[in-house]
């Protein structure tokens, strides 16, 4: 007989990974090397030493090693969070009369709302290993900047966090936890570096972007002593951490005997999805099983349904090096009017590769329609939704009513990253009336895209 399928499913502790799953070794095409800007040659491990500590590197460029260890101070810490609850939303399938199953797994249940402290923790931790004097980091909506500056505190490492201007001045409570767990916090563009000066005299007005506080972060880190930086999000490092989110997932549903049919997740700059794709993907690609596989992007910032695959910078101030990715261009910065995250110009090269080679699919929404599907979702669910996991529930949602008309009961996986609690702003913007949508013209892009 079928075990009845609860609200909310915990892993037991056997079943907790222990390692995190390297997707790369799993792939026959892999995602292209990282590019020294001033020789155009692969770069090697070593020279990313001045930027990145080096586990860390090393764990960048490691395309073979299948499963790595998670190091125990790690798994110690995230027994504090993990395993994250996969859910069934019973209530919101009944919502919406469809045969399907969703499944959503959480990863909001922690004071930084997000997934993204799975991987501070452990870039924290490489960092404490190898003796650091401290990190640098930017954050765009602040979730990362969160997590990292817990996972400082955790370990008692210093931490600067170039905040984008625009988010630093919206969110001063960001700004206060941030600072609560002991980290500095300075707005980007500022007067404290190159970079930031030279955007400052060029745009003094300007409210930064994800790609100028990198620059600035970066610059910080070379020039200090002892000093590293990290990054949240489109690194292979980070999408090697949250596997930890597919890896629950997949032993969750297994323990009922589930397979997801669909699997879905919003993509800013590829780590969540990434993460929770992994050992699915694995089974694409070992031919064991063919889900699909669905990115969810901001109509205002399209880096896959409207991008370029090329070679491009990570940053404004072409510091960084150059990754093979869907770009919109270094210089692309969404709307104004674009409420949440997701607004990194570039997509994670893993994901971009698989995606290229058509392993997976991508749709971009509207914000107003995220947020109705946010509206749905908090009144059946019960928990409020960050504007960013609400891309992925509007592609769920409307999966979902695809399977009422065709009366095929698929199973639905997607990815909530995190809570909505700081975009309070954005929520009343849409409840007002007041949030419009704004699409980037086709013109508008092509004047950003990487040339060459
Ligand atoms: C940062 C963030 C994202 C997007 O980042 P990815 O690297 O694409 O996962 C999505 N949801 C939340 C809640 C975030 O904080």
Same mark, same amino acid.
């Given at each position: 007989?079928?075990?009845?399928?609860?609200?909310?499913?915990?892993?037991?502790?056997?079943?907790?990974?222990?390692?995190?799953?390297?997707?790369?070794?799993?792939?026959?095409?892999?995602? @292209?090397?990282?590019?020294?800007?001033?020789?155009?040659?692969?770069?090697?491990?070593?020279?990313?030493?001045?930027?990145?500590?080096?586990?860390?590197?090393?764990?960048? *460029?490691?395309?073979?090693? #299948?499963?790595?260890?998670?190091?125990?101070?790690?798994?110690?810490?995230?027994?504090?969070?993990?395993? $994250?609850? *996969?859910?069934?939303?019973?209530?919101?399938?009944?919502?919406?009369?469809?045969?399907?199953?969703?499944?959503?797994?959480?990863?909001?249940?922690?004071?930084?709302? $997000?997934?993204?402290?799975? $991987?501070?923790?452990?870039?924290?931790?490489?960092?404490?290993?190898?003796?650091?004097?401290?990190?640098?980091?930017?954050?765009?909506?602040?979730?990362?900047?969160?997590?990292?500056?817990? @996972?400082? !505190?955790?370990?008692?490492?210093?931490?600067?966090?170039?905040?984008?201007?625009?988010?630093?001045?919206?969110?001063?409570? #960001? #700004?206060?936890?941030?600072?609560?767990?002991?980290?500095?916090?300075?707005?980007?563009?500022?007067?404290?570096?190159?970079?930031?000066?030279?955007?400052?005299?060029?745009?003094?007005?300007?409210?930064?972007?994800?790609?100028?506080?990198?620059?600035?972060?970066?610059?910080?880190?070379?020039?200090?002593?002892?000093?590293?930086?990290?990054?949240?999000?489109?690194?292979?490092?980070?999408?090697?951490?949250?596997?930890?989110? /597919?890896?629950?997932?997949?032993?969750?549903?297994?323990?009922?005997?589930?397979?997801?049919?669909?699997?879905?997740?919003?993509?800013? /700059?590829? $780590?969540?999805?990434?993460?929770?794709?992994?050992?699915?993907?694995?089974?694409?690609?070992?031919?064991?099983?063919?889900?699909?596989?669905?990115?969810?992007?901001?109509?205002?910032?399209?880096?896959?349904?409207?991008?370029?695959?090329?070679?491009?910078?990570?940053?404004?101030? =072409?510091?960084?090096?150059?990754?093979?990715?869907?770009?919109?261009?270094?210089?692309?910065?969404?709307?104004?009017?674009?409420?949440?995250?997701?607004?990194?110009?570039?997509?994670?090269?893993?994901?971009?590769?698989?995606?290229?080679?058509?392993?997976?699919?991508?749709?971009?929404?509207?914000?107003?329609?995220?947020? =109705?599907? !946010?509206?749905?979702?908090?009144?059946?669910?019960?928990?409020?939704?960050?504007?960013?996991?609400?891309?992925?529930?509007?592609?769920?949602?409307?999966?979902?009513?695809?399977?009422?008309?065709?009366?095929?009961?698929?199973?639905?996986?997607?990815?909530?990253?995190?809570?909505?609690?700081?975009?309070?702003?954005?929520?009343?913007?849409?409840?007002?009336?007041?949030?419009?949508?704004?699409?980037?013209?086709?013109?508008?892009?092509? @004047?950003?895209?990487?040339?060459?």
């Amino acid at each position: 007989m079928a075990k009845q399928i609860p609200n909310r499913i915990l892993l037991p502790e056997n079943l907790v990974p222990q390692q995190w799953y390297n997707l790369r070794a799993d792939m026959p095409v892999k995602p @292209a090397p990282l590019l020294n800007p001033g020789t155009g040659e692969p770069l090697k491990e070593e020279e990313l030493y001045p930027i990145f500590c080096q586990e860390l590197a090393h764990q960048e *460029l490691d395309d073979d090693t #299948r499963y790595i260890d998670i190091p125990a101070e790690v798994l110690e810490y995230y027994k504090t969070f993990r395993p $994250s609850p *996969l859910h069934r939303a019973y209530r919101l399938e009944k919502e919406l009369g469809t045969p399907a199953k969703i499944y959503f797994k959480f990863e909001g249940n922690n004071t930084s709302g $997000s997934h993204k402290l799975n $991987s501070a923790i452990a870039q924290a931790y490489y960092a404490k290993e190898q003796g650091l004097a401290g990190l640098t980091t930017e954050t765009g909506a602040g979730q990362w900047g969160t997590a990292l500056a817990m @996972a400082c !505190a955790h370990f008692k490492l210093p931490l600067t966090v170039y905040m984008v201007k625009g988010s630093y001045q919206q969110k001063p409570y #960001r #700004r206060s936890i941030i600072q609560t767990f002991g980290a500095e916090i300075i707005p980007s563009p500022s007067d404290t570096t190159n970079a930031g000066r030279g955007i400052l005299a060029a745009q003094p007005d300007t409210t930064g972007s994800l790609g100028c506080a990198i620059s600035e972060a970066v610059e910080k880190a070379v020039t200090s002593e002892g000093y590293r930086y990290v990054l949240g999000s489109v690194l292979n490092q980070v999408l090697l951490h949250q596997s930890v989110i /597919g890896l629950e997932a997949k032993a969750a549903l297994e323990l009922y005997d589930e397979y997801p049919d669909v699997i879905i997740g919003c993509a800013g /700059g590829g $780590s969540n999805l990434g993460g929770l794709i992994a050992p699915f993907m694995q089974d694409k690609l070992t031919g064991k099983a063919d889900p699909r596989i669905v990115a969810v992007e901001p109509a205002s910032c399209p880096s896959f349904t409207r991008g370029v695959y090329a070679y491009d910078f990570c940053d404004t101030a =072409k510091v960084t090096p150059l990754a093979k990715m869907y770009t919109l261009g270094s210089g692309f910065i969404p709307g104004a009017n674009h409420a949440g995250g997701l607004r990194y110009h570039g997509m994670s090269p893993i994901l971009s590769s698989l995606y290229h080679d058509g392993r997976m699919e991508a749709v971009a929404y509207e914000q107003t329609n995220v947020f =109705k599907a !946010a509206m749905l979702f908090s009144r059946t669910e019960g928990i409020l939704p960050a504007p960013e996991s609400s891309h992925a529930i509007r592609a769920a949602v409307d999966e979902a009513l695809k399977c009422k008309e065709s009366g095929e009961a698929k199973t639905i996986l997607f990815g909530l990253t995190g809570t909505g609690y700081f975009d309070m702003s954005a929520y009343e913007q849409f409840l007002n009336g007041s949030m419009t949508d704004q699409i980037p013209t086709d013109e508008e892009l092509q @004047a950003n895209f990487p040339q060459g």
